[in-house]
């Protein structure tokens, strides 16, 4: 690369990708971004042409969950861009990395409603962590090396870059800014990464002392990496952990320390603990209202340690007694290193066991538990989901919708490691599961990847199957088909007097005719006998992707439950252990 | 966002007053105003402009904070990556200032009036018409307001405010609390 070599802003763009080291995007090409996909062919950058631009944003989130690098999804002006408003406020709120690039009308055209503008930094200004219209093509360079300084550092999260055609077409002269040239053109951006050292301390001896002590775990841990470290904590003092849905696999489900998922669908002991708890230490986690529950009455008598990378989630919902404002892997090392150097120093831990004996207690009492089905009936989507988490190869990223399906599958899977699973949890978007899932796999191809899915979820995105078919992306889908908006019709039952409005799918499409259609295998599983050919069939298939439709219980639902806006005293346990409830104590 | 009007200024312990220092950049004051409104922030008053850099621009912005802790108001703020420095001036020990323009009649025997009036308060006739006058005046808001409220009686024809600007009082207790680079 000469000082002095002059470049199109598209190429400079897709050179400036190239640098960062991107692998892999997700697009669809269209008018104002057609002069970004000529220098494309030549790129060492696989694209993968999506049939719907959504399906490009939540690719790009799948991909990022699994690998922690920022996903790319590259699309047009106009409607592409209001298409990838959902993945971009999805992965806003779940602190997903991603850069999403935007066609623009050229610059002498913008504000004149032309074809196919609008105004892309506007709309997506409250669903990005930052967003910036480029109006030179000298700037692209710069620009990119932001984006994926902002995305992937502090609390990481969508960024979005709008380019006009003309910007793409217009010439530049080559060059890629330094490591310093980026901090200092971003005078405001300085995340804390270290945690102050008297707080650790603090949270140290808070820890030493306290008597009922919950870890509780959230998705800013696997942001961090900070899984092991934490692991490494929990045995230290044996306190007992929860992890919460953005957190399933930050700590591994089997360990004698871990309670499983708190809140509104949690288990009862998880919900438990944290309420009788005298000290939680929040772990990049954001008390959540649906961890919380009423927050007036959660966890009462505790204490708080809350480490966050992002300052403005401390005493948002709750005052911590310990704020700590930094990484979470770095923060939860130096807490470990203070807690033995205390220890050393001759103090001792506050006996715990009477605390853990509790907890187990409510873990022996209230386990997860479901009716069997009768004879004849429909299948339990509970039970579908035990067997494909008994036959799953090790390793399988689980990939969730949004509904009764996917607290099923947080529930009854049994994740053993950081990374395997992905979902849409502080925006809750149907239809997230099939293209997450094509961007996971697309992230890690020797892994299995089953999605499981909802068939009102499924009529949102299928059409990305044809993206998995012709990308030679094979996934494994299962739909947990009740013919209903299972969730929707669980609170219209329980909370609207079993008044059922809009709820029914009856009239669905034929699922296996559908995968079939679009170059995949569909199965189709009635009844129990049926069950573990289906899915040792679709594991074994590897050359192309799989559909495989359970058709189950209609009126089956989630418990535990914690109705919206009550305590979490006063969860709803499964009718077959209500009357245990005095345990809970 | 909402600017409240029945009470535009507020009072003392309701209202603060923030500084907000700037990339000067396209679309900086459509951030900071969007962030106002998505997350119901209240704002009496806001006014922009640039600083002595011409890379920075300096944002007043009087915020309620009767609804929202002041606390949470800075530190989403200082989520906007163009947010430089965020300073926090205490009306009790910063320098306000603001300009009204503001036509009233004054008609035939209010005329003398209503520039006795204007001469009280220091206030300039900007111009004359046949049965109004219109007239600027800078202070302190509540200045402002006294002089609107005279004003009143007379008929207030159209006003126009500017919203606050602040610096620190420069006693030896007016350290401004200065909040740096806690963006994340």
């Known amino acids: 690369m000469s000082a002095k070599e002059t470049l199109t802003g598209a190429e400079a763009l897709i050179r400036s990708l190239e640098l960062e080291n991107v692998e892999v995007m997700f697009g669809l090409p269209g008018g104002c971004i057609l002069p970004a996909y000529d220098p494309l062919l030549k790129s060492s950058i696989r694209h993968v042409l999506v049939r719907h631009e959504q399906g490009a944003g939540h690719m790009a989130q799948g991909y990022a969950h699994v690998t922690g690098r920022p996903g790319v999804a590259m699309v047009t002006s106009g409607p592409a861009a209001t298409n990838m408003v959902t993945p971009l406020c999805d992965a806003f709120m779940d602190s997903i990395p991603m850069v999403c690039i935007t066609g623009q009308v050229s610059t002498t055209a913008i504000g004149t409603d032309a074809f196919q503008e609008c105004d892309t930094v506007g709309i997506t200004r409250s669903v990005t962590k930052h967003n910036e219209l480029i109006m030179h093509p000298d700037d692209i360079p710069l620009a990119v090396r932001q984006a994926f300084h902002i995305a992937t550092t502090g609390r990481p999260g969508p960024v979005l870059l709008d380019l006009p055609k003309d910007v793409l077409q217009n010439t530049m002269t080559w060059h890629w800014p330094t490591d310093e040239e980026v901090l200092e053109s971003l005078p405001g951006y300085r995340p804390t990464v270290k945690g102050h050292p008297r707080m650790i301390k603090e949270a140290a001896k808070l820890l030493l002392a306290s008597e009922r002590p919950v870890l509780y775990l959230g998705g800013g841990v696997l942001k961090a990496r900070a899984a092991d470290a934490v692991r490494e904590l929990a045995e230290l003092l044996k306190t007992p952990v929860v992890t919460t849905l953005m957190a399933r696999g930050a700590f591994p489900d089997d360990h004698e320390l871990c309670y499983g998922m708190p809140g509104m669908h949690g288990t009862a002991t998880a919900i438990t603990a944290m309420q009788k708890a005298d000290l939680l230490c929040a772990l990049g986690a954001r008390f959540d209202d649906r961890v919380t529950g009423k927050v007036a009455t959660f966890a009462p008598d505790a204490k708080i340690i809350h480490v966050d990378i992002d300052p403005a989630e401390q005493g948002k919902v709750r005052k911590p007694d310990v704020p700590i404002v930094g990484d979470c892997r770095l923060i939860v090392e130096e807490i470990v290193k203070a807690v033995k150097e205390l220890l050393a120093e001759g103090t001792t831990q506050a006996d715990i066991t009477p605390w853990r004996s509790r907890v187990n207690g409510w873990k022996e009492q209230f386990p997860l538990t479901y009716d069997a089905s009768e004879p004849g009936a429909r299948l339990k989507p509970q039970f579908c989901l035990e067997k494909l988490r008994d036959a799953a190869p090790e390793d399988t990223i689980l990939v969730a919708g949004v509904g009764q399906h996917q607290m099923w599958a947080s529930l009854f899977w049994n994740f053993r490691k950081p990374y395997t699973w992905v979902n849409s949890g502080g925006l809750g978007t149907m239809g997230f599961s099939v293209p997450a899932a094509i961007g996971a796999k697309a992230a890690r191809p020797e892994a299995t990847v089953w999605a499981i899915d909802g068939d009102g979820c499924f009529q949102m995105t299928a059409q990305e199957l044809v993206t998995a078919t012709t990308e030679g992306i094979h996934v494994k889908i299962a739909i947990l088909n009740n013919t209903y908006l299972g969730m929707v019709r669980q609170w219209q039952e329980m909370f609207y007097g079993e008044r059922y409005s809009e709820v029914d799918l009856a009239g669905c499409p034929d699922f296996v005719k559908w995968a079939e259609a679009m170059g995949c295998v569909g199965i189709r599983v009635e009844s129990p006998e049926e069950i573990d050919a289906a899915i040792e069939k679709a594991n074994s298939i590897n050359d192309r992707s799989v559909v495989v439709e359970f058709r189950v219980e209609e009126f089956e639902k989630v418990f535990p439950m914690v109705p919206a806006g009550a305590s979490n005293d006063d969860v709803l346990l499964h009718p077959t252990q209500e009357s245990r409830r005095e345990y809970l104590k | ?184």
């Open chain 2, 1 to 184: 966002m909402t600017i409240n009007a029945n009470n535009p200024y507020g009072d003392s312990r309701n209202h603060h007053i923030l500084s907000v220092l700037v990339q000067n950049r396209p679309g900086v004051l459509a951030r900071v105003a969007g962030l106002f409104a998505r997350r119901g922030y209240n704002i009496f008053s806001l006014a922009v402009a640039p600083t002595e850099d011409d890379d920075y621009s300096r944002i007043t912005i009087v915020v309620d904070i009767s609804a929202t802790p002041l606390e949470q108001i800075v530190k989403q703020l200082f989520k906007l990556i163009d947010v430089v420095r965020i300073t926090e001036l205490d009306p009790k020990k910063s320098v306000e200032r603001e300009l009204m323009v503001v036509t009233v009649r004054a008609d035939g025997e209010n005329r003398g009036q209503v520039v006795e009036l204007a001469n009280i308060f220091e206030a300039k006739v900007l111009a004359v018409g046949a049965d109004a006058m219109t007239i600027s005046l800078d202070g302190n808001p509540e200045k402002l307001d006294d002089f609107e409220d005279l004003l009143k009686g007379y008929g207030i024809v159209e006003s126009q405010r500017t919203g606050r600007v602040a610096l620190p009082k420069l006693d030896r207790e007016a350290r401004p609390r200065t909040l740096k680079g806690k963006a994340s």
